[in-house]
């Protein structure tokens, strides 16, 4: 049963750095997409990054570009968002999300697998 858990979320002022953590189970990071998501209160869910194969660059969503990272640790199973320069509109709950699939997307119906989320407040 693939399982994944978010941690790391919490209160950040503007301009501070978070580091997300989905410690993932039941597959395995090689052969699956991993994507994060966040989704703010009366909004969408949107799709912030995704990785698949550690040779092909990942994606970010145009919001995050330059400010946030995200990479994999197969010897920990787990994908992190490193994120950087928090904004207040940053502040949502976070989710990663997992499937098959021979390349990531940041569109959140493409993954059938998720987390529960973390939240992240950005604020002074």
């Known amino acids: 049963q693939w399982r994944l858990v978010e941690s790391g979320g919490g209160l950040v002022q503007p301009g501070g750095s978070l580091r997300l953590s989905c410690v993932v189970s039941g597959f395995s990071l090689r052969d699956s997409n991993i994507g994060w998501f966040r989704q703010a209160p009366g909004k969408e869910r949107e799709g912030v990054s995704c990785?698949?194969?550690?040779?092909?660059?990942?994606k970010y969503g145009d919001s995050v570009k330059g400010r946030f990272i995200i990479y994999r640790d197969m010897d920990e199973n787990a994908v992190y968002l490193q994120m950087n320069s928090l904004r207040p509109e940053d502040s949502a709950v976070y989710f990663c999300?997992?499937?098959?699939?021979?390349?990531?997307?940041?569109?959140?119906?493409?993954?059938?697998?998720w987390g529960q989320g973390t939240q992240v407040i950005v604020s002074s």
């Open positions: 990785v698949h194969d550690p040779g092909i660059r990942p």
């Open positions: 999300a997992a499937d098959h699939g021979s390349y990531c997307s940041l569109v959140p119906a493409e993954y059938g697998y």
